[in-house]
């Protein structure tokens, strides 16, 4: 049991024969050579996972917009029948026959004689109307209108 207690002792290295030892190394050369290895290692992992999950990020965006897209075309699609519905409707309220039968129902009657007015060719031709002169007045009621206003004004 008094071998279990007592330190053990380790024997110092010797040199061994065609290997020789370089100023400026110690043993602890070989763990930094591994903890770069590890650094190196980790810093790899990171960026691939950084990089998954932007994927995944740029992934779920799009189909998040695929989805939208769907609920807008669904929505055009409904809304483009209705406006076709409604079309139909004003059609069919237009037609002449359907007009002819309300107007009956509200007691319209039809008259017993349609003159149609066609113009005549000197009609026609003619152009507009001529307009009134401005520079003078053109009617009687525009000749009065220049006797009553001085009077409105207060002036003699």
């Known amino acids: 049991m008094t071998a279990l207690l007592r330190p053990q002792r380790h024997p110092e290295p010797q040199a061994r024969p065609g290997l020789r030892l370089v100023a400026g190394r110690s043993a602890g050369a070989g763990r930094s050579a591994g903890g770069r290895r590890r650094l190196v290692l980790v810093a790899s992992g990171l960026l691939f996972a950084a990089v998954l999950a932007g994927n995944v990020s740029v992934y779920a965006t799009t189909n998040q917009g695929q989805f939208e897209l769907e609920r807008l075309q669904h929505g055009t699609a409904t809304r483009e029948t209705r406006y076709q519905q409604l079309r139909l409707q004003v059609a069919q309220l237009q037609a002449p026959e359907r007009v002819v039968e309300r107007a009956r129902q509200l007691g319209m009657i039809e008259p017993a004689k ?36 001085p009077q409105l004004d207060g002036r003699p």
């Open 114 to 149: 349609v003159t149609y007015l066609t113009p005549t060719a000197s009609t026609s031709a003619a152009g507009p109307a001529p307009r009134p002169s401005v520079t003078g007045p053109a009617t009687e009621a525009a000749q009065s209108w220049g006797q009553v206003k």
